[in-house]
């Protein structure tokens, strides 16, 4: 005999999720730069420099003058030969009136004035030394620098972003079901 059954055959449901996942991308592109630099101006301003030399005591020292100095020379040494024998007469006047004091002015003038001085041996140089005189003045320079600021033109890139957002999708991959069934059942 057989007994009656009942027969259950069941299955569970599954979901299904399917997920594309986001994408972000993000670009930055390069700023436009541009730097130019001006030139500096530059003045340089010179005053040239001075070399003097006077020659006229070189050449005076080798009895080589021009005509107005020979006879301004002459004409002082005239000038100072005089003033010497004035000298040396108003000497000799005052030995004459003070004749009473010791000594004999009467011989010992006539003996200076009969005997030239003797001139004296010596080594000179012609021209004299330091005859020539040298002057110098130095070049004046001057520099102006007038700098220029570089000029620096800059232009931003804003960054270029995209993103496309994810997606999660859910389904059913399968249903659930429930199947009953009974088996052996007497049959009335």
């Known amino acids: 005999m057989r007994l009656p059954q009942i027969r259950m055959e069941s299955q569970m449901a599954q979901i299904q999720i399917q997920q594309t996942s986001s994408r972000q991308e993000i670009r930055q592109p390069e700023a436009d730069i541009s730097i130019r630099q001006?030139?500096?101006?530059v003045s340089i301003e010179t005053q040239p420099s001075k070399l003097t030399i006077d020659q006229t005591k070189a050449w005076e020292d080798m009895g080589l003058m021009h005509i107005s100095r020979f006879i301004e020379k002459y004409a002082n040494d005239g000038r100072q030969g005089?003033?010497?024998?004035?000298a040396r007469r108003v000497k000799q006047g005052n030995g004459l009136m003070k004749i009473e004091n010791d000594g004999n002015p009467i011989a010992s003038q006539a003996i200076t004035n009969a005997y030239d001085q003797q001139k004296?041996?010596?080594?000179?140089?012609?021209?004299?030394?330091?005859?020539?005189?040298?002057?110098?003045?130095?070049?004046?320079v001057e520099i102006n620098v007038n700098i220029n600021r570089p000029v620096i033109q800059n232009e931003p890139q804003k960054p270029i972003h995209t993103y496309t957002p994810g997606n999660v999708t859910t389904s059913m991959r399968q249903y659930q079901y429930l199947e009953i069934d009974v088996a052996h059942l007497p049959r009335m």
């Open 38 to 41: 001006p030139h500096a101006e």
């Open 82 to 86: 005089v003033m010497d024998g004035i």
């Open 120 to 140: 004296q041996l010596g080594i000179t140089f012609i021209p004299s030394h330091f005859a020539v005189k040298t002057n110098y003045e130095p070049a004046d």
